[in-house]
């Protein structure tokens, strides 16, 4: 087994690590296009395959995005009163 | 927002005052009445009648303990009585006209749930079972819903985070579900509902708040609300909270004894206490503003036990508020309040613990607390008595013990006055001691008697499984409690004596899922097991007849580590359920609040293979969740700081940092971002590169 073929079969795995996490269902559709990345970036004779399959992913994946949600509402600042004991 | 509509209820105030002096006026005279006998009986039980100082220790001792426990007779009683005539014609909830407290309108409040280290899958399954009851009444726009961490560690307080998100998306909760965590712990709860009134309490009237283990009923919420907004004099409404969802064996006796015993003595201690009830910390509605104006708490001033932080803030806010001229009531006819049980011996003790130090601290405030009303320095003096009553009997025991062995190992004395023409006999009376332990035993067990009566006569018995399972759940929690007993009395006087030496104690968060192992009660109970051994022994020893009168104290002591270990099991609590034994209401009806609880579990789990930490750099979403929620940390030498950790992280994995190491990267925005894309492009046979390698 070539370094190469082993590199593609890592980012690979690594490409569908990610769209799996980022909630995407990996479906054959999905597998073809993670394949596209992969030879593309392949085709493109990066030193760092890895490096060069993520920074495409944008590109070929829509990543669903949480909405951005409120953690507190906007501060109405107030005091505590301390009396006696 | 409603605006409120005060029907203020001037007549019924002065009314109450009245009443409850006569009430209270009713009790004392009842219990010192009832403690002078019983002293006096007691004398005659001893040889020298009260004629030496260790006898006149023991009296005094007896007096002390037995007016306590007369207390919680007579409130037994008082519950009892007005339970069976139609209730307390003077409570809250009585004088409302039930039409028009649920046509009142409703007002602003926050629902707050204050956590530290808790199972977050579990309090925030709480949560979401309140915001689902809430919802159904159709009230949720009145309502916003903060949890306010405390937590410490990154791994927990990140999964609170991803939790809250889930459950905020899973609940369509946005703009009405919060999460704050505190960046700095001060004043332990207090503080930290504190730091919410900052910066949020102008913008509610009415604040709920409630414990990691509470769970409240959405219609029960809501009258509350209408109760305050009915009643401006009032500042806190307190819930009698239920105990429910109980698993193990410890867990269902106390839901269970607390289901059935509980509401005669909430309608006793509601009846006494009236418009000037305690605070319970939890299970309560609270106005807003005069708690904010008024409920500051500053530190204790003087030394030791009494220097620093006030613990147990509950009480004290209950009597700041009575000080400020607002009422506090106790309302035992709200329905559906809840809190659950320690699973444990060992949880319970450990809270124990803390409450003793928290309650004892009230003993400077009983003293030196300015314009307090006397109810509520009454109430001090009840929590005081929680825990002061342990090292109290065990003085007792050890007396009775100097005592019993005084007439063996030293001569008799025949004149113990000074002056005593003739001689006395001195002999123990062993009859009247036996007439005197059952009349202390009535005053414990009557009022379990009356509960008991009282929910058969109500026909609710078919609610604790029937009249047969009713009688051996009752004769199984006594058993229990008589098996506890002496075990929470070396504990809790074990806390006193910490307490009063201002001993470190450890503010953690409870395990309410945990069993007990063997090994571990074998060891922690080994110093009681040992010294009820000895004791027995020394009392076979002077006295076989002592020996006898010994056994019941003794013999729990002995046994703890089985106690501790079976009571732990939740199998066996599961099993006495099948067999519908230790039932509640909740569990033969049905509950709407319970079914939610358990069958509709948040949608948040944690990972199995990564920690919080780990995935919160891992996951895309997770990232982008906690990174927004993060803030750009600034200052040049956090910056160079973080850079390291973020690149040591990077190299070495999450394991190579600290806690307050991983704290730090976790609060700060862009090393959330940059660790998410570095981890991603990481060598395969890097650290993360084969952890996600894995996944």
């Known amino acids: 087994m070539s370094v190469a073929t082993c590199q593609s079969e890592q980012a690979l795995h690594r490409i569908i690590s990610y769209l799996d996490m980022a909630g995407i269902v990996i479906t054959p559709l999905i597998e073809k296009r993670a394949l596209g990345l992969i030879t593309e970036a392949l085709d493109a004779h990066s030193d760092d395959l890895l490096r060069a399959c993520m920074a495409r992913m944008p590109a070929f994946f829509e990543l669903p995005e949480r909405p951005l949600l409120c953690k507190a509402p906007p501060i109405r600042r107030g005091s505590l009163g301390y009396g006696d004991y | 927002m409603s605006t409120p509509q005060p029907a203020p209820l001037q007549a019924s105030v002065h009314n109450w005052r009245a009443t409850g002096f006569r009430r209270r006026l009713l009790l004392l005279s009842a219990v010192l009445l009832q403690t002078a006998a019983a002293t006096y009986f007691m004398l005659s039980v001893l040889p020298y009648n009260g004629g030496t100082w260790v006898e006149i220790g023991m ?87 903060y949890i306010l961490s405390d937590t410490r560690d990154p791994d927990i307080w990140l999964n609170e985070q991803a939790a809250w998100a889930s459950l905020t998306t899973e609940l369509e909760a946005q703009g009405r579900l919060y999460y704050r965590r505190r960046p700095l712990n ?8 504190g730091d919410f009134l900052r910066r949020w309490g102008r913008d509610y009237p009415y604040m709920v708040v409630l414990d990691a283990d509470s769970l409240m009923g959405g219609k029960t919420l809501v009258q509350m609300v209408q109760l305050m907004q009915r009643h401006p004099q ?15 064996v410890f867990a269902r006796i106390q839901q269970f004894s607390n289901q059935l015993y509980g509401p005669l003595f909430t ?66 006819e ?41 109810a509520h320095r009454m109430a001090f003096l009840n929590g005081i008595m929680s825990y002061a009553a342990s090292p109290l009997w065990l003085a007792f025991l050890v007396l009775a013990t100097i005592a019993a062995a005084s007439m063996v190992i030293w001569p008799i004395d025949y004149f113990p006055e000074a002056h005593q023409l003739h001689p006395v006999w001195p002999e123990w009376q062993p009859l009247r001691a036996l007439v005197l332990i059952l009349v202390t035993f009535s005053l414990l067990f009557i009022p379990k008697f009356l509960a008991v009566f009282d929910t ?58 945990g069993e007990s192992r063997w090994g571990e009660a074998i060891l922690n109970q080994a110093f009681g097991s040992v010294l009820a051994l000895s004791w027995i022994g020394f009392a076979y020893w002077i006295d076989p007849m002592f020996f006898l009168w010994s056994l019941p104290v003794a013999v729990p002591l002995i046994f703890a580590a089985p106690v501790f270990v079976l009571l732990s099991r939740t199998q066996a609590g599961q099993r006495l359920k099948r067999w519908g034994l230790l039932r509640i209401p909740e569990e033969t009806g049905g509950s709407q609040l319970l079914d939610d609880l358990n069958g509709n579990p948040i949608q948040h789990c944690p990972h199995l293979d990564l920690s919080a930490f780990q995935l919160a750099l891992v996951d895309p979403r997770l990232n982008a969740v906690h990174a927004a929620l993060a803030r750009q940390l600034g200052g040049a030498i956090r910056k160079t700081r973080l850079q390291t950790l973020r690149e040591q992280c990077l190299r070495h994995g999450a394991e190579s940092l600290s806690s307050g190491e991983r704290n730090l990267l976790a609060s700060d925005q862009v090393s959330l971002t940059w660790l998410h894309e570095q981890i991603w492009l990481a060598p395969p046979d890097s650290v993360w590169g084969q952890l996600l390698s894995k996944l």
């Open chain 2, 456 to 513: 058969i006569a109500a026909g609710r018995s078919r609610h604790f499984g029937g009249g047969l399972r009713l009688f051996l759940s009752v004769l199984l929690e006594m058993i229990v409690s008589a098996l506890l007993a002496p075990i929470r009395m070396l504990s809790h006087t074990r806390f006193v004596l910490e307490s009063l030496f201002n001993l470190k104690l450890k503010w953690a968060g409870q395990n309410r899922s």
């Open chain 2, 59 to 145: 009296a005094s001792v007896f007096a002390i303990l037995f007016s306590w426990i007369s207390v919680g007779f007579w409130i037994g009683v008082f519950g009892f009585v007005l339970r069976r005539t139609g209730g307390d014609r003077q409570s809250l909830m009585r004088q409302q006209n039930p039409k028009a407290l649920a046509a009142t309108a409703m007002a602003r409040t926050a629902i707050i749930m204050p956590i530290y280290n808790e199972q977050v899958e579990d309090c925030l399954g709480r949560l979401k079972a309140v915001y689902l009851s809430v919802q159904r009444t159709g009230h949720i726009e009145f309502f916003d819903f």
């Open chain 2, 186 to 193: 001060q004043n332990y709860k207090s503080g930290n509902v």
């Open chain 2, 334 to 374: 709200l329905q559906h309040s809840y809190e659950e049980s320690p699973p444990t011996l060992v949880e319970e003790l450990t809270r124990d613990k803390r409450w003793a130090k928290g309650n004892l601290q009230h003993l400077w405030l009983l003293v030196r607390g300015r314009r307090l009303r006397l």
């Open chain 2, 234 to 248: 009032v500042g806190i409404v307190q819930s009698s909270p239920s105990l429910l969802n109980g698993q193990s």
């Open chain 2, 267 to 332: 309608t006793g201690l509601a009846a006494i206490q009236m418009g000037e009830a305690a605070f319970w910390g939890h299970n309560a509605i609270l106005r807003t503003e005069p708690f904010m104006r008024h409920c500051g708490l500053r530190k204790l001033p003087s030394w030791g036990l009494f220097r620093g932080p006030i613990l147990s803030h509950d009480f004290v806010e209950a009597a700041y508020m009575g000080r400020a001229g607002h009422e506090v009531w106790l309302e035992p």
